[in-house]
């Protein structure tokens, strides 16, 4: 198809899409917010299966008007972080849940409602929403990211003014099997101040979400997630980070299950030496799961260092996708680039895609990137059996070890062993499964 | 204790027959040796007994304790009681050498309906073993062989024969990559196992470890068959004169 062929057929689609919606409701700046974001997607357009960034995912399901049915999944485990002492701020199917949630107060931090804040005349917030999402599109459009913010229907907005005792856990809980829930947060994260974050669940059978945080001089945040197990459900995610001097921002996504996931994470390290981590994991089992990561980081400041670490366990047919960027621009020196992308292929029918790139326009910095895909080392694998674990069970613990990797990014080692016990957990039922 | 009879092996891959004929019958509380030039079969014939993939069995059996062991998974093998010293210990990253040893403890102790060991003595157990070893506590948190010099690598493998007392002890070239010291340190990891239940066959290119080791029973391996059995002297006369005079003589 021609490309001018794609751009009209891609303009039709955009305005199909965005003939039936309405901008929620919202105070002067919110309002002007939203069109501006508005605009952005219409002049990116909806995303199309010839887009550079989505040649291995396929959008449509993402852009249709209705969502996929995605029915609601029964665990029957404890929800993750129960035993955590934290703030807890519920979502069911993209509505917050007073009833559920925590007093919203907390000592180091202001937090409302997207919502109540857009409402209003003067609110920090305006300063943030929208504004990294909108400068995330120089190198590559995120036309989701821009639909998220224009339509983004409910969330909180966090200040960060101290060091709060514990952390702030967003709970997306789903319910209805139709559900197509637009959240957006915004968090600054104010001089040496720190957060983290913790988040799970599939919020909804369709679940769009923007994540814009703000990190000034020496401040810290950290984002610990996992997207829920529900098989059917649907996710695309925006993170959207800039990062002040000498401020530290970690990231650590699990995804096991679910039909579609983008995780898309945009980071400008405009401080000198800042840290930024982006780290995942996701275990996929069959056909109609796709998992699809897509990050780019900027380095626009001297002595900053950034890590993306990814891996990926597929099977029965499951396809991963990684694309990951570094961008070193121009009088970012000793900037330290890091990028690995792993991929553990448990069959012949399982594949993953990987687009790494670099872009450096410094002369005196280290950056590196590697992705590999494999089989289970046979050796390794016959060493384990010859000390008498039994095949799958060997399988198992080195489908663990080869995540334990990406688990290290994550600095609370008891969020991390939560984790780690969850996805063992997973490999466990699957392996009586296969057996039985 | 361990009975091989006529085993002929070949590669899966390939049409190269390897073992040509194996005869070998090790009796509980003894120690057998096998020397033999490179290349004549001495690791395939460990790597056949315990399990690996890769190989066919064309010709002749291999049991242990009376049980046919060829037809058996390679865990199925171990648990039944047999173990293979690597003469190449795997490195495997992300696995704590702990949690892999205690792993495939519990998995041994599962397989012969015996009842998991609890954490608390678990540690206790391989403390011991692993000061007997002079192998360090730090080593023991480290991920299975990953940055282990040679010498800890094979010092690791005694560790975990002493850990999961199997009753057929096969050991690959394990005093190879060895220092004077450790060697002995080895040695005596090995004799301390050694008692009337349990039977050894040391695959060795040196008389020095049968000093420390003494064989009851010395084998030459030449060409994928046994082609000489003879006691302790058999070993010094290698130490002293080489293949040659040997396999000119079987020849
Ligand atoms: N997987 C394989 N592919 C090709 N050749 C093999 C394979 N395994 C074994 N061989 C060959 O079989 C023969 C016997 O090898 P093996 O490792 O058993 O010898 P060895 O007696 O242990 O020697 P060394 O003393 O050097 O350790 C060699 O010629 C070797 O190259
Ligand atoms: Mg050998």
Partial sequence: ?436 | MLDIKGLKVKLEEEDKQILKGVDLHVEAGKVHAIMGPNGSGKSTLSYVLSGREGYEVTEGSASLLGEDILDMEPEERAAAGLFLAFQYPVEIPGVGNMTFLRTALNSQRKARGQEEISSADFLKLIREKAKNLQIEPEMLKRAVNVGFSGGEKKRNEILQMAVLEPKMCILDETDSGLDVDAMKLVSDGVNALRDEGRGFLVITHYQRLLNHIKPDVVHIMSDGRIVKTGGPELALEVEENGYGDILNEVA
């Avoid at chain 1, 197990?229 to 800039?242: I, K």
């Avoid at chain 1, 008498?388 to 613990?397: I, R």
């Fill in chain 1, 1 to 436: 198809m021609a490309k001018a062929a794609i751009k009209q057929q891609k303009a039709e689609a955009t305005e199909a899409r965005l003939a039936g919606l309405t901008l929620p409701e919202s105070g002067a700046w919110a309002r002007e917010a939203r069109e501006a974001a508005l605009e952005r997607v219409r002049s990116m357009g909806l995303p199309h299966r010839r887009d550079e960034y989505w040649k291995f995912t396929d959008p449509t399901s993402l852009t249709a008007e209705e969502p996929p049915q995605a029915s609601v999944f029964e665990t029957g485990e404890p929800p993750l972080f129960d035993g955590v002492d934290r703030l807890k701020v519920v979502f069911v199917d993209g509505v917050f849940d007073p009833e559920a949630s925590d007093d919203l107060s907390l000592e180091g931090i202001e937090i409302e409602r997207l919502s109540e804040a857009m409402a209003k005349d003067i609110h920090w917030v305006r300063d943030l929403y929208g504004k990294i999402e909108g400068a995330s599109h120089e190198k590559v459009d995120r036309p989701l990211a821009a639909f998220n913010t224009a339509f983004a229907t409910d969330g909180v907005v966090i200040r960060v003014t101290g060091k709060p005792s514990k952390p702030v856990s967003l709970v997306y809980l789903h319910k209805s099997e139709r559900s197509d829930a637009i959240l957006h947060h915004c968090v600054k994260v104010e001089e040496g101040a720190e957060l983290t974050i913790l988040e799970n669940g599939p919020a909804a059978a369709r679940f769009s979400k923007g994540l814009e945080v703000d990190v000034a001089d020496t401040g810290a945040f950290h984002l610990v997630r996992a997207q829920g197990r529900d098989h059917e459900r649907r996710a695309v995610t925006g993170t959207f980070a800039r990062l002040g001097r000498e401020s530290t921002f970690k990231t650590f996504t699990l995804t096991v299950n679910g039909v579609m996931t983008r995780n898309e994470a945009y980071v400008e390290l405009t401080g000198d030496e800042a840290v930024c981590h982006i780290a995942g994991a996701c275990l996929g089992d069959g056909r109609d799961f796709h998992h699809d990561a897509t990050v780019f980081v900027t380095h626009d400041a001297v002595n900053c260092e950034s890590r993306q670490v990814f891996k990926n366990v597929l099977r029965n047919g499951a396809t991963g996708v990684f694309q990951g960027k570094i961008l070193v621009k121009q009088g970012a020196q000793k900037t330290d680039g890091y990028q690995i992308s792993q991929s553990l292929l448990l069959d012949d029918d399982s594949t993953f895609q990987a687009k790494p790139e670099l872009e450096i326009y410094a002369d005196d910095v280290a950056c590196s990137h590697g992705s590999t895909s494999g089989a289970i080392d046979a050796d390794a694998l016959y060493y384990l059996r010859a000390r008498g674990m039994a095949k799958a069970e060997a399988e198992n613990l080195l489908t663990l070890a080869f995540v334990a990797e990406a688990l290290e990014e994550i600095e609370n080692e008891a969020y991390a062993e939560e984790l780690r016990e969850r996805l063992a957990g997973w490999l466990e039922r699957r392996r009586d499964r296969a057996a039985g």
